[in-house]
């Protein structure tokens, strides 16, 4: 595998009835927008839907989301990594297959590439490592499709900036940190084009919206 995670030791859910999209892209990207627009156009044409995150997209998950993203103190980069690997092996097993194995139509932001981006580009840590831990953790699920919403970090953190919300620990990185973030998305998006859809973030909502349903409407 490629450090930035090639095709070793994963499973789409292939067999399983259910279609698994998950959204991914730096902070202020636009994913919460796209996964709602989603969402609505499935459960217009009328798929159950599944919507969902990570970190917190459990009980348990909620409780470790806090600690990533608003700890006071040091959490160190391998503790982070584990954190996150907790939380999805929770969501994966108790929500996602559940849902797939039902029919349902999983929409969801975040999964293992924003680990890969997140602890191995931005923290440093081995991308191999992390993205092997994330798979163990899931039992090597992979989603069906990923649309990765790609952002020039300066213009990510002014959306952020107008928001007026305070910053989590994660958005309270330096730029370069969010640059690495950036590109090892966009590396982990060339690695497997077949799950990723790559869509400049800068476009109207709606545009982008129609891209991301043209893109998932052969798969329904
Ligand atoms: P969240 O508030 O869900 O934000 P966003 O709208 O940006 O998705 O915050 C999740 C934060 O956690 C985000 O800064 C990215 C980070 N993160 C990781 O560092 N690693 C991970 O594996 C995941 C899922 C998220």
Redesign the pocket.
Known sequence: MTDAGGAAATSRPGPRPGLWVTLE?????G??TQAALLQEWLEASGRTVVRT????GTEVGVLI?DI??HHRGEVAPRA??LL??A??AQHVQTLVIPALERGDVVVQ????D??V???GA?RVLDATEVRDL?LWATGGALPDVTILLDLDPAAARARLDADDKPF????AEREDFHTRVRTAFLDLASAEPERFLVLDATLPAAELAAAVRARIEPLL
């Open positions: 892209g730096g902070d202020g990207a994913k919460t995150r990570e970190p917190g989301r990533v993203l982070e990594a996150y690997a939380d999805r932001d975040r999964y293992l924003s680990s981006a997140y602890q931005g994330s989590d620990r994660l958005e």
